[in-house]
């Protein structure tokens, strides 16, 4: 069974700091490897990670893709308040996504 | 339209009562998935469209749960006769649909939270 998991749970850091959160997954099929972000209700999408685009960066945010240890991770570098959501890992098998229970950040200033 | 959007954003219900909740996709986007979010978790996914057709439902927790895009647009998920295990957030996503190895992002709606007293 395709499954999705997250670790930590939850973090909690001062802003500046630079934090990193672990996605690790089992998949029969893969197809990609997302990352959302969810403030409040709507996950926003971050990054999308396949057989050919391991890495991605975005500002202070960037992730990594390791297809031999079936994991990827989410780095967030100078963190922020703004950056206090739930980050929500998802595989997509098949067309639908399988989601992480989500690492909820919090920055504190 | 420039995103998602779902109504109501709230709904409270009393158990036994019927709800209806409504998915306006992103113009022209052919795929449209339902998932499921309680408390403290990871979305679960429901169902799938493409245009009209519901390919896949198999993640519809009961017969309760029904689903329907007619026109290939606009999508409603209604649930008969809730219960208390029905309380979480139901979220909208669309997204078009590529053929070969990349795959195309599910863009997400803001939700409804669903209340069942």
């Known amino acids: 069974e395709d499954k999705v998991v997250q670790s930590p749970l939850s973090l909690v850091v001062h802003e500046g700091d630079t934090v990193t959160l672990n996605c690790s997954y089992e998949?029969?099929?893969?197809?990609?490897l997302l990352w959302y972000k969810q403030e409040k209700k709507a996950p926003t999408f971050l990054f999308m990670l396949?057989?050919?685009?391991i890495e991605k960066k975005s500002g202070r945010l960037s992730s990594i893709l390791d297809k031999k240890e079936l994991s990827s991770i989410l780095n967030i570098t100078a963190t922020q308040t703004g950056d206090s959501a739930i980050y929500l890992c998802?595989?997509?098998?098949?067309?639908?996504?399988?989601f992480g229970s989500g690492t909820r950040l919090l920055v504190r200033p | 339209g420039a995103g998602v959007s779902q109504s109501p954003r709230y709904k409270v219900a009393k158990r036994g009562q019927d709800v209806a909740l409504r998915c306006d996709p992103i113009s022209g986007h052919v795929s449209l998935f339902w998932y499921q979010q309680a408390l403290g978790q990871g979305p679960e996914f429901l169902t799938y469209f493409q245009n009209e057709a519901q390919l896949d439902k198999s993640g519809l927790p009961s017969d309760r749960f029904f689903a329907e895009r007619p026109e290939g647009s606009v999508s409603t998920l209604k649930i008969q006769r809730t219960q208390q295990e029905d309380s979480a957030v139901y979220l909208c996503?669309?997204?078009?649909?590529?053929?070969?190895?990349?795959?195309?992002?599910?863009?997400f709606g803001p939700g409804t939270r669903l209340t069942v007293l």
């Open positions: 998949v029969t099929n893969f197809r990609s």
């Open positions: 996503a669309s997204s078009f649909p590529k053929t070969g190895p990349d795959t195309d992002t599910q863009y």
């Open positions: 998802a595989l997509e098998s098949s067309y639908k996504l399988i």
């Open positions: 396949t057989s050919s685009g």
